[in-house]
């Protein structure tokens, strides 16, 4: 839990990375992927696509934020490498648009293929909304249909003031840009996340915490709005308000 690791003996695990560069001091050091093991990831992104297909999911969703594996080679703080996945920003979204060509092998066309990303590392030196931006201009003639900013994650010490919507100028940014955007971060009211969309901030709204707050927030929402034409399903038909 925390800033800390399950030991191997107690039924923890080695941890991969693009390069042998610990979280924290707290953390041990990750092993640093060879060519082939890449490989196989970038392959078992692609299983796993297929199973989700098959087990009937409509819409997929890559995460590449948040410091996990994807951010990681994205991030200059992260990717210390010096072979074709490291060092140029070229080099360092390479395992992404693999992994990006890989599931767009065996995902319809017409099926959309969604993106997180860590818009912004939030430290001098990291992975900027340029960066993001830049990328966003490659992967949108892939088959990237849209791209959800969060930010942060590749390092303990990055400097992030959270409150309200304080990501939304990320999903800003992107739907300038012309890619398609997904606004997250502290939307937590069905008139904030209304203005977002009609202040053409963002395409969708990605809520967590406010859903596990509040299973219900749909239906409240669109209470809240004046949209009454809401279909309940017939379990909860007959709690209803009139």
Not at 42 to 53: E, K, M, P, T
Not at 148 to 177: E, L
Not at 196 to 205: G, P
Request: proline share 5%; hydrophobic share 45%; with cysteine.
């Amino acid at each position: 839990m925390g800033d800390s690791q399950v030991d191997v003996a107690a039924g923890g695990w080695d941890t991969v990375a693009p390069s042998a560069i610990a979280f924290s001091e707290h953390m041990r050091v990750p092993t640093a992927l060879s060519v082939q093991e890449i490989c196989k990831i970038v392959s078992d992104f692609r299983a796993g696509a297929v199973r989700a297909l098959q087990a009937g999911f409509k819409v997929l969703e890559i995460h590449g934020a948040h410091g996990y594996l994807i951010h990681q080679f994205l991030s200059p703080l992260s990717n210390q490498r010096s072979d074709n996945y490291g060092g140029s920003f070229y080099n360092r979204i390479r395992f992404l648009l693999e992994i990006i060509a890989a599931i767009r092998e065996v995902m319809p066309e017409e099926l959309p293929l969604l993106l997180r990303i860590s818009a912004s590392d939030w430290v001098d030196g990291g992975w900027t909304i340029e960066d993001s931006l830049q990328l966003a201009a490659i992967l949108q003639p892939l088959g990237v249909d849209l791209i959800d900013c969060s930010s942060g994650g590749a390092v303990p010490y990055a400097k992030i003031t959270a409150g309200p919507g304080y990501q939304v100028p990320f999903a800003a940014a992107m739907k300038r840009s012309g890619m398609p955007s997904g606004a997250v971060g502290v939307i937590v009211g069905a008139q904030q996340a209304e203005a977002i969309l009609q202040n053409k901030e963002a395409d969708l709204i990605f809520m967590a915490r406010e859903m596990l707050r509040d299973p219900y927030f749909p239906m409240h929402a669109a209470q809240e709005l004046g949209y009454h034409e809401m279909k309940w399903v017939p379990q909860y038909e007959r709690a209803k308000r009139k």
